[in-house]
């Protein structure tokens, strides 16, 4: 349970000030009541050290806390019981503080969106959909959508990684193999080649300059690589190869647009929903453009011609203000860029694969071939 700061005056009328340990504010003036203790003020206090701190829940707690929750309102239980039975329920180290921080702020009488908010662990999304949807009375279905649409984006993710699983691997393997050549196979067969006269092939000499290097400024390169990836993760920056640059495009194009179809439909105005939608994309600029064009008082699709949206795209939402049903327009958008991107993944896996066996079949017969050029040489001049 939280601990709250409190200040007040005892029975004998002596100001007096501490911390207690109660599930809510409420709680806290009762006990300090029973002590004989007149309260004034009484606020939750900070996090002591050693305690475990709070962090942005993961895109799978999102969407079970969503899914939790709604199940548990629908079934007709208060949203305090519901936070109570997840925090006892939950062995998540991340989320159990977060469900017990929510339960003592909603049981103190904040409201669930505040109380989502000032948490840290959620994303902005999921807390403006609360606030509408306690505002409408629909918080059941909103938190409904916000797990669907946290599990699309999940999906995606997943799906980007799966394709992505067997070029590395196939790269992991033809690099490793090459190294241990380079760097134990070949430097044994050079020394054979020392003690000969003549002057070794092309790919003989090749391949010993790269051995060599990779002896004296292998582990250089190693340790550069591996503070490049630190850096790389500490910074939140990825790196897009160029094959999978139009794939990323789509899927950044579904997972915006989902987004802000399921904002809409939430009561969410455009403008905000732009703001909120524009961190789901790498160029997020582009969307904050937007989102000031339309509050400027442009058409929503003269917004996306401008940022230089595809012509397709325009022309749904077009029609979709036009027939006044932008969020179908924008769903219908979503689910088209997937299966495009869907599509491109699956051609890229299936085209991966040969082109991978063959770039390590050839990495591994130069090597070859350089280390027998000499041999068979050698075997003609001893005939």
């Given at each position: 349970?939280?601990?709250?700061?409190y200040s007040?005056?005892d029975?004998?009328?002596?100001s007096?000030?501490g911390?207690?340990?109660?599930?809510?504010?409420?709680?806290?003036?009762?006990?300090?009541?029973?002590?004989?203790?007149?309260?004034?003020?009484?606020?939750?206090a900070?996090?002591?050290?050693?305690?475990v701190?709070?962090?942005?829940?993961?895109?799978?707690?999102h969407?079970f806390?969503?899914?939790?929750i709604a199940?548990?309102l629908?079934?007709?239980?208060?949203l305090?019981?519901?936070?109570r039975i997840m925090?006892?329920?939950?062995r998540?180290?991340v989320?159990?503080p977060v469900?017990?921080?929510?339960?003592?702020?909603?049981q103190?009488?904040?409201?669930?969106h505040?109380a989502?908010?000032?948490?840290g662990?959620?994303?902005?999304?999921?807390?403006?959909?609360?606030?509408?949807?306690?505002?409408?009375?629909?918080?059941?279905?909103v938190?409904?959508e916000?797990?669907?649409e946290?599990?699309?984006e999940?999906?995606?993710?997943?799906?980007?990684?799966?394709a992505?699983?067997?070029?590395?691997?196939?790269?992991?393997?033809?690099?490793?193999?090459?190294?241990?050549?380079?760097?134990?196979v070949?430097?044994?067969?050079?020394?054979l080649?020392?003690?000969?006269?003549q002057?070794?092939?092309?790919?003989?000499?090749?391949?010993?300059?790269m051995?060599?290097?990779?002896?004296?400024?292998?582990?250089?390169?190693?340790i550069?690589?591996?503070?490049?990836?630190i850096?790389m993760k500490?910074t939140?920056?990825?790196?897009?190869?160029?094959?999978m640059k139009?794939?990323?495009?789509e899927?950044?194009?579904?997972?915006?647009?989902?987004?802000?179809?399921?904002?809409?439909?939430?009561?969410?105005?455009l403008?905000s929903?732009?703001?909120?939608?524009s961190?789901?994309?790498?160029?997020?600029?582009?969307?904050?453009?937007?989102?000031?064009?339309?509050?400027?008082?442009?058409?929503?699709?003269?917004?996306?011609?401008?940022?230089?949206?595809?012509?397709?795209?325009?022309?749904?939402?077009?029609v979709?203000?036009?027939?006044?049903?932008?969020?179908?327009?924008?769903t219908?958008?979503?689910?088209?860029?997937?299966?495009?991107?869907q599509?491109?993944m699956?051609?890229l896996?299936?085209?991966?694969?040969?082109?991978?066996?063959?770039?390590?079949?050839?990495?591994?017969?130069?090597?070859v071939?350089a280390?027998?050029?000499?041999?068979?040489?050698?075997a003609?001049?001893?005939?």
């Amino acid at each position: 349970m939280p601990y709250f700061n409190y200040s007040g005056y005892d029975s004998k009328g002596k100001s007096t000030k501490g911390t207690i340990e109660a599930a809510s504010s409420i709680q806290a003036v009762d006990r300090l009541t029973e002590r004989g203790i007149v309260v004034v003020d009484v606020k939750i206090a900070e996090e002591k050290k050693g305690k475990v701190k709070i962090k942005m829940l993961s895109l799978e707690l999102h969407i079970f806390f969503c899914r939790s929750i709604a199940s548990y309102l629908k079934s007709g239980l208060p949203l305090a019981d519901a936070l109570r039975i997840m925090s006892k329920q939950t062995r998540d180290k991340v989320m159990k503080p977060v469900m017990e921080k929510l339960l003592a702020e909603v049981q103190g009488g904040r409201k669930f969106h505040t109380a989502l908010a000032e948490s840290g662990a959620f994303r902005e999304s999921l807390w403006r959909v609360a606030e509408s949807g306690e505002q409408s009375g629909t918080l059941i279905s909103v938190l409904t959508e916000a797990a669907d649409e946290f599990k699309l984006e999940d999906d995606l993710k997943r799906k980007i990684r799966g394709a992505m699983t067997y070029p590395i691997v196939m790269a992991v393997v033809g690099v490793g193999v090459v190294a241990f050549m380079l760097t134990y196979v070949v430097p044994k067969i050079s020394e054979l080649f020392e003690d000969m006269n003549q002057t070794l092939p092309l790919p003989t000499r090749i391949l010993i300059a790269m051995s060599d290097f990779l002896g004296n400024y292998g582990l250089w390169l190693l340790i550069a690589f591996t503070v490049f990836l630190i850096i790389m993760k500490k910074t939140g920056k990825t790196i897009t190869l160029p094959f999978m640059k139009g794939i990323r495009d789509e899927l950044n194009l579904a997972l915006v647009m989902s987004h802000i179809s399921t904002l809409l439909k939430s009561g969410i105005p455009l403008v905000s929903a732009l703001k909120m939608a524009s961190s789901m994309d790498t160029k997020s600029q582009r969307w904050l453009d937007a989102a000031e064009m339309v509050k400027a008082g442009h058409k929503f699709e003269k917004a996306l011609e401008k940022i230089g949206m595809p012509e397709d795209t325009v022309a749904i939402v077009r029609v979709g203000e036009m027939g006044s049903d932008l969020s179908g327009a924008l769903t219908n958008i979503s689910q088209q860029s997937r299966e495009n991107a869907q599509s491109k993944m699956e051609k890229l896996s299936t085209l991966m694969e040969p082109i991978m066996v063959l770039g390590l079949g050839v990495s591994v017969g130069f090597i070859v071939l350089a280390i027998l050029t000499p041999v068979f040489d050698l075997a003609g001049i001893v005939k």
